[in-house]
């Protein structure tokens, strides 16, 4: 096994972490400040990969499909939000999982709807295809490499934006006291739209980004959704800071886990059994990551103290 | 408005009563469908136990159905091939046995709630549904990775299971088999929802503090009523697969945990018979619906988004007027 | 003197730099009622939390007949006969007074377990309840929804699910908070009745009710014990009455 070989596995593991983040941010966001859990983020992910897979094949443009991306997303989020989400924001965790579980349906076989059962595909653009020589002359994919600067990116404009921004403020004033904020003047209905949008847009960009390496396809955002929730617990309800830590460490531990378990096992094993028994323990490899943190820390790295 | 308990016996009647029907008129079909909505029942009705009595949101109960099924699988496949399952030093016979199948299924599904649900216990709310959803997942990846079972293709048996005295493959009779099955496990959930065990549950759902203050640990009530709660919707499970003559990694899968909900919501949340007017309610959607477009699934989350917003009693609150029992 | 049955020894804790309880010795004998007053964030809430277990204390512990208690969950103090009731009424809204009560008596006769038989058929359960009941009161209730009672009652019922349990002592946590003043009353001849059963230490802010009741009062302000004695020592203690009862000396 060599060297080049895990730094092209460490890199893999933080690309697959940077898109799970963006995920997680929303979800968490969310949760953070709105108390809600959102089965339906998985279908906001798709919505973004599908807007951006058709405008970038009605135009040409990759870097149009993105920005459509975001915008549906978006505005699928705020309806979304508007027509049901708000209603939910009193209800018990049950209701929202219900009628976030019916938003799952709905969109899901609405774009199996329109667009049917086939996978679409959304290419990378030219200049970013092809690999980058790094350093020590390791060949890696531009794409991924990109896909990596633009989830740092995002983190990076994140923290800038609840840290230093009024907006901010607003969320961290709302997550603590949903009172004070409504006192301080602040229209809070729409605060709360305006961050459902947010975590959609957040959602809708990982589609996109991922869906250029793999199809577009009706149900592609639910597995995420649910890498999503280890990535939360493992970080802590609510905590963006958690969120980014527990999303590199899924994906890498995933990643990672994948290769490097089948090649453990041959040390033991003949070689076949050790493919088998280590396929099946990686695949098993984040739950028992998030066992872990469940027995040490119930309420992950970063979540409150109960 | 109708009362409650009539409407219980109208509900178990209507679905008795459809299947001999279609005895009757040689719809074997029919009678499939009620088998199923049966054995939807029965899961819905462990997955109500803790979701109901014990307010546990779990949105992993897939995991029991699809171990149960497994059990089931697995048993008939080593039963076929006249190999042993062996486990280690272990050798075990297949069997073609319901009551045994039924048995492993149980056991089997029993010991997986009381791991998951010592790990999930040890948050609440929202983590537990967060925590029991990627259990699930877990064990759908674990079911598609294992290739000695058909791995993500699943894994077909050819014949239908035996039980003493019964042919199994007559439609009717497998259904009557369910049928009794299914009066069996409600008339456990009814005692239990009155036992002591069912008072202290209720309680600890509703003021934990108020149940530990009195010397009780609402956690290890909770975790009684999640590995019961497993180990019923595992014996759903192995009459599942058995229905198919079929298992595969979707009887793991977080859609099926999310129906089961729907199943038990549907019906009316911590009453009697919710899940059963749920499965169903859900059965003839899907038959009905189903038949007119092939994107029913679109009406089926129109009809729950209204029923969440609008109708939270569910079916049988509807019907029998009662305001749901809780929130 | 006679042992006490509850004791802390130099209970200290500490919530970031907020000290609530700094170094807290308490006692409550056999046949007494002990009451604690003090303003509001004088750390009340969070003594009891630390007797009764919900709160881990930094340093210091307590003991309970004996027992070092100190690293015993809730329900072990409980099943060692601490009977509790809390300030905001913890009940379950949904089930009848009776349900309610018969929580306590399933609990005290360790039927917990009992998986089949209806608890409305057993007896021996429901005699005990409804002894609690009848003392309290709120036997004419007792198929009340606990969501349609009263706030007195409410108050009441806590007072029942708590004798059930026939504990060795009581920690009453503003029993009378939000009753009437026939409610207070009636509640002060109660529980004046209740300390040769079990001896009680009652947090409470109604100074009439506490001056009628206490054996004994110890003041607590910022976390620390001012004063313990008896009505007369702590009425006439100056340094209690500037820094509680806002009387110049």
């Known amino acids: 096994m060599s060297a080049v070989l895990v730094i092209e596995q460490v890199l893999n593991g933080l690309q697959a972490g940077v898109m799970l983040f963006l995920m997680a941010a929303g979800l968490t966001l969310i949760f953070g400040v709105m108390g809600l859990i959102n089965l339906a983020h998985g279908s906001l992910y798709m919505v973004g990969a599908f807007a951006a897979a058709a405008v970038s094949a009605a135009t040409g443009s990759f870097l149009l499909g993105l920005v459509s991306a975001l915008a549906a997303a978006a505005l699928a989020g705020a309806v979304v939000e508007m027509l049901v989400i708000r209603r939910l924001y009193a209800s018990d965790h049950l209701d929202q999982v219900l009628a976030t579980f019916a938003l799952i349906l709905i969109f899901s076989e609405g774009t199996r709807w329109l667009y049917g059962s086939f996978p679409l595909y959304l290419d990378i653009p030219a200049w970013l295809s092809g690999p980058t020589r790094l350093p020590g002359g390791i060949l890696y994919p531009t794409y991924r490499l990109a896909l990596i600067a633009v989830g740092l990116v995002v983190a990076l404009g994140l923290w800038v934006l609840i840290e230093r921004t009024r907006l901010g403020i607003r969320i961290r004033a709302g997550e603590n006291d949903r009172e004070m904020i409504a006192a301080l003047g602040v229209d809070i209905s729409r605060l709360y739209t305006l961050i459902f949008a947010l975590g959609a847009a957040l959602a809708g960009l990982a589609g996109a980004l991922v869906g250029a390496i793999q199809s577009v396809q009706v149900g592609m955002g639910e597995p995420v959704l649910i890498l999503a929730f280890v990535v939360i617990v493992i970080g802590g309800i609510g905590s963006i800071r958690g969120a980014f830590v527990g999303a590199l460490l899924v994906g890498l531990t995933d990643t990672l886990g994948g290769i490097f378990l089948p090649e453990l096992f041959k040390f033991f094993t003949d070689p076949a059994t050790a493919q088998s028994v280590g396929a099946s323990l990686a695949s098993m490899s984040i739950y028992i990551l998030m066992s872990l943190v469940l027995i040490w820390r119930p309420t992950g790295l970063f979540g409150a103290r109960a | ?327 | 003197m006679t042992e006490p049955i509850l004791e802390t020894r130099g209970l200290t804790k500490r919530f970031g730099a907020l000290v609530a309880s700094d170094g807290v010795s308490i006692d409550l004998r056999p046949g007494e009622i002990h009451a604690v007053i003090g303003p509001n964030g004088a750390g009340k809430s969070t003594l009891i939390g630390q007797i009764c277990g919900t709160v881990i204390p930094d340093e210091g512990s307590v003991h309970f007949q004996g027992h070092d208690v100190t690293d015993e969950t809730v329900a072990a103090r409980a099943g060692r006969g601490l009977g509790r009731t809390f300030q905001v009424s913890a009940l379950a809204m949904e089930d009848t007074v009776l349900q309610n009560t018969l929580l306590g008596a399933l609990s005290a006769s360790s039927s917990p377990w009992r998986l089949w038989r209806s608890v409305l058929n057993d007896r021996d359960l429901v005699a005990r309840a409804d002894a609690a009941l009848g003392r309290v009161g709120l036997s004419d209730r007792r198929a009340t929804r606990c969501a349609d009672l009263s706030h007195g009652q409410r108050r009441q019922l806590e007072v029942a699910v708590a004798l059930t349990l026939s504990p060795r002592a009581f920690v009453m946590d503003e029993p009378m908070a939000g009753l009437g003043a026939e409610g207070s009353k009636a509640l002060t001849a109660f529980l004046d009745g209740l300390r040769d059963k079990a001896p009680i230490l009652l947090v409470e802010h109604d100074m009439d009710a506490v001056f009628a009741l206490a054996d004994r009062i110890s003041v607590l302000a910022e976390g620390r014990i001012l004063a313990t004695g008896t009505v007369a020592e702590i009425r006439a203690d100056p340094e209690v009455r500037t820094a509680y009862l806002g009387e110049d000396a």
């Not at chain 2, 992993?60 to 280690?88: D, K």
């Not at chain 2, 456990?188 to 036992?195: C, E, K, N």
């Not at chain 2, 065990?197 to 503090?209: D, E, K, M, Y």
Request: with cysteine.
């Open chain 2, 1 to 327: 408005m109708i009362p409650e308990r009539f409407l219980n016996a109208l509900l178990l009647g209507g679905l008795l009563g459809v299947a001999l029907l279609a005895d009757w008129r040689d719809e074997p079909f029919t009678i499939t469908l009620a088998t199923r909505a049966t054995i939807l029942a029965i899961a819905a009705t462990g997955l109500n136990l803790a979701l109901g009595l014990g307010g546990l949101v779990s949105l992993g109960h897939a995991v029991f159905f699809g171990l149960g099924g497994y059990a089931m699988g697995i048993l008939a496949f080593h039963a076929q091939t006249y190999a042993p399952v062996e486990l280690g030093p272990l050798a075990i016979e297949g069997t073609t046995s319901m009551p045994l199948i039924w048995v492993t299924a149980i056991a089997v599904s029993s010991l997986a709630a009381l791991v998951i649900g010592l790990l999930s216990l040890r948050t609440s709310g929202v983590y537990f549904i967060m925590i029991t959803l990627a259990f699930g997942q877990m064990f759908f990846y674990f079911a598609v990775s294992w290739s000695a079972y058909g791995g993500e293709d699943g894994l077909s048996i050819y014949v239908r299971n035996g039980f003493p005295g019964l042919n199994t493959l007559d439609p009717i009779q497998f259904f009557s088999l369910c049928f009794v099955l299914l009066c069996l496990v409600l008339v456990l959930w009814s005692r239990l929802a009155r036992s002591p065990f069912g008072l202290a549950l209720n309680a600890a759902r509703q003021v934990p503090a108020r149940v530990e203050t009195v010397g009780l640990d609402p956690k290890r009530l909770k975790l009684a009523a999640f590995v019961l709660s497993g180990a019923i919707t595992g014996l759903a499970g192995a009459l599942f697969a058995d229905l198919n003559r079929f298992v595969s990694p979707s009887m793991f899968s977080w859609q099926l945990s999310g129906e089961l909900i729907v199943l038990v919501i549907l019906g009316g949340v911590a009453r009697l018979c919710g899940p059963v007017a749920g499965a169903m309610l859900f059965v003839a959607l899907e038959h009905w619906l189903g038949g007119l477009t092939e994107f029913w699934h679109v009406w089926l989350g129109a009809i729950l988004l209204l029923i969440v917003l609008f109708a939270k009693g569910g079916l049988v609150g509807l019907l029998s007027g009662r305001p749901a029992s809780h929130d």
